[in-house]
């Protein structure tokens, strides 16, 4: 059986530890472009989060005013049928004096 044995004069010894230290990089760098990932997403749901919150104030402030609204309109309804019934009735009352 042969052994080999490196000496600090073998190429070999030198590519293998450059192949690893690339390697390392090559992990760090991944590893830096998923934190960086991270963090992006993590401020992206932060930014969600409080477009959600603003939207749903919106939303409240909005149903409030349609219900302000929606109100209105039952009030003039209201009125519209009180006028209506006065006019019918002052025209009934011209008509049973025309005939008279």
């Known amino acids: 059986m042969m052994v080999f044995m490196r000496t600090l004069f073998d ?3 030198y590519r293998e530890q ?3 230290i690339k390697k ?3 992990s760090l760098d991944k590893l830096k472009n998923l934190e960086e990932k991270i963090a992006t997403a993590i401020e992206r ?4 989060k409080e477009d959600k919150v603003l ?3 919106r939303i409240k402030e909005l149903e409030v005013l349609l219900n302000e609204k929606n109100l209105e309109v039952e009030q003039i309804k209201s009125e519209k049928n ?3 019934n006065q006019i019918e009735g002052l025209l009934n009352e011209l008509d049973t004096l025309e005939v008279e």
Do not use: P
């Open 18 to 20: 450059s192949t690893e």
């Open 11 to 13: 190429d070999n010894q």
């Open 82 to 84: 009180t006028i209506k």
């Open 24 to 26: 390392e990089v090559t």
């Open 55 to 57: 939207l749903e104030r």
């Open 45 to 48: 749901v932060k930014t969600l």
